[in-house]
Every structure is written in structure tokens, then in C-alpha cells.
């Protein structure tokens, strides 16, 4: 969400401070010194969106966050569902393929921003992300 509005707002940004400067240079509104500083700063914005790529890094946190769902899904099913039926080697290998998929979900993540962080502790504290399901499906039986 981060890296996706950081590019929406960069792009729009520079489309219009190049658009005004535009304007000002072929109406004479503002001057051409005035036009020529925000056709230049127009176009230092650009090149901060190329070079801080948001919309590569909001596709990799997509990627990766679904890889995360998938783990948490698997190992939730495993815990409510499966594991009271399963026998203790299904049940090790089962685990070893979660564990395995968490690793490659670890491995391909970016890390996580301060901004990511301070969303997630005020989150945390707020008790908006404070999620009993763990507790009240495993007290389930």
C-alpha cells in the first residue's frame, strides 16, 4: 500500500508541476525563469519515480504478502482441521512443507520499511490487529 501511493502521488506530482510549467512558459504567467525551475523540478520528481521504482516494490509486496496468506491459511487449516486426524509422520511432513513454504516466502520478501513498521506497532496498540483466532480455534476440539 506503501509503495503503491508513494508512485500514484510522485507521478501525479511531477505530471503536474511539468503541466503548470508548461502553462506558465507558453502563456507568460509566471515567467521563463519561473517556468524553466519547474520544468526542472518536474522532471527531478520523474527521475526520483524511476529511481525509487514504487511500482516494482508494490508488486514484490503484493507477492510477497500473498505468500504469507497462503502459509498463515495452510497452517491455520493444518492446526483446526487436520492435525487431530492426522498421523504423526503426515502430520511432521505437513508441518516441514509449511515451514519450507515460509522460508521461500522469507527469502523473497523485501525488508520491511520504517513507515511499514510504525503502521504495524500502531496497529498492535490500537488492537485493531490483535487477532484471538488463534486462541479461540485452538481451544476448539
Known amino acids: ?16 508541476v511539468g503541466a503548470l510549467a508548461g502553462v506558465s512558459a507558453v502563456a ?6 519561473l517556468a524553466g ?5 518536474a522532471t527531478v520528481i520523474g527521475g526520483a ?3 525509487l521504482a514504487p511500482d516494482q516494490h ?5 507477492t510477497s504478502g500473498n505468500a504469507y496468506v497462503e502459509v498463515r491459511d495452510g ?6 482441521v487436520d492435525l487431530a486426524r492426522l498421523e504423526y509422520e503426515a502430520a511432521r511432513q505437513r508441518l516441514e512443507d509449511l515451514t519450507a513454504g515460509l522460508h521461500a516466502a522469507n527469502q523473497a ?3 520491511t520499511s520504517f513507515l511499514a513498521r510504525w503502521y504495524a506497532r500502531r496497529a498492535l496498540k490500537s488492537g485493531i490487529a490483535n487477532d484471538d483466532v488463534w486462541a479461540v480455534r485452538t481451544l476448539r476440539e
Open 49 to 51: 519515480t524511476s529511481l
Open 58 to 62: 508494490a508488486t514484490q509486496c503484493t
Open 109 to 111: 520478501a523485501e525488508p
Open 28 to 33: 507568460d504567467v509566471i515567467g521563463v525563469r
Open 37 to 41: 525551475v519547474g520544468a526542472l523540478l
Open 1 to 16: 500500500m506503501i509503495w503503491r501511493s508513494t508512485h500514484r502521488w510522485l507521478s501525479v506530482l511531477a505530471a503536474a
Open 75 to 80: 497452517s491455520q487449516q493444518m492446526l483446526c
